[in-house]
Antibody, heavy 120, light 112 residues
Framework: DVQLVETGGGLIQPGGSLRLSCAAS????????MSWVRQAPGKGLEWVSV???????YYADSVKGRFTISRDNSKNTLYLQMNSLRAEDTAVYYC??????????????WGQGTLVTVSS | QSVLTQPPSVSGAPGQRVTISCTGS?????????VHWYQQLPGTAPKLLIY???NRPSGVPDRFSGSKSGTSASLAITGLQAEDEADYYC????????????FGGGTKLTVL
């Protein structure tokens, strides 16, 4: 069975850094597109970042230059390094597997999410 | 402001049929990109409900169906049940935003 388990969330001061991890099982991370999606408290979903199987990456404008998506093939784990954190980055961060569909893609499996709170 | 527009809320009585709309533009749904739907039950992670406009993953009841026409898409739920009360999000792709999918703002379904 496919399973995604996020860890690494917590309370962090503005300007600080945090690394989220997403341990995958039941499939190979490096053979798939993978994504991070976040949801601010009481708000909708926001696509944060995608890493393609070939290694190319995408970032939302709101996090470009501050967040870095990566993966460790030996650990079958996806990461999101978050630097220069701001209050508006406060959200539940979900890791999701991307399924390709013709010219585009959708998210077929999601983790349970990890809460990041940026506050002094 | 989301790229895809959904009504903030819809409601219906048990057994009724409800629809949730998702309106896009010529750079996303209108450009031929398909629409996918997610269900988020209270306090849980989103779950894929419909992919490719009208396909259900294994385990999703056939009470849920999707359609697409022009620059819009719809999710229909028939035989409404109390456990359908959740937030629903549409998602597509936008050619003006390289490398990313886009979500609708979400619709809260209340079962009366």
């Amino acid at each position: 069975d496919v399973q995604l388990v996020e860890t690494g969330g917590g309370l962090i001061q503005p300007g600080g850094s945090l690394r989220l991890s997403c341990a995958a099982s039941g499939f190979t991370v490096s053979s798939n597109y993978m994504s991070w999606v976040r949801q601010a408290p009481g708000k909708g979903l926001e696509w944060v970042s995608v890493i393609y199987s070939g290694g190319s990456t995408y970032y939302a404008d709101s996090v470009k230059g501050r967040f870095t998506i990566s993966r460790d093939n030996s650990k079958n784990t996806l990461y999101l390094q978050m630097n220069s954190l701001r209050a508006e980055d406060t959200a539940v961060y979900y890791c999701a597997r991307v399924s390709l569909w013709f010219r585009e893609y959708y998210l077929d499996y999601w983790g349970q999410g990890t809460l990041v709170t940026v506050s002094s | 402001q989301s790229v895809l527009t959904q009504p903030p809320s819809v409601s219906g009585a048990p057994g009724q049929r409800v629809t949730i709309s998702c309106t896009g533009s010529s750079s996303n749904i209108g450009a031929g990109y398909d629409v996918h739907w997610y269900q988020q039950l209270p306090g849980t992670a989103p779950k894929l409900l419909i992919y490719g406009n009208n396909n259900r993953p294994s385990g999703v009841p056939d009470r849920f169906s999707g359609s697409k026409s022009g620059t819009s898409a719809s999710l229909a739920i028939t035989g409404l049940q109390a456990e359908d009360e959740a937030d629903y999000y549409c998602q597509s792709y936008d050619s003006s935003l390289s490398g990313s999918g886009v979500f609708g703002g979400g619709t809260k379904l209340t079962v009366l």
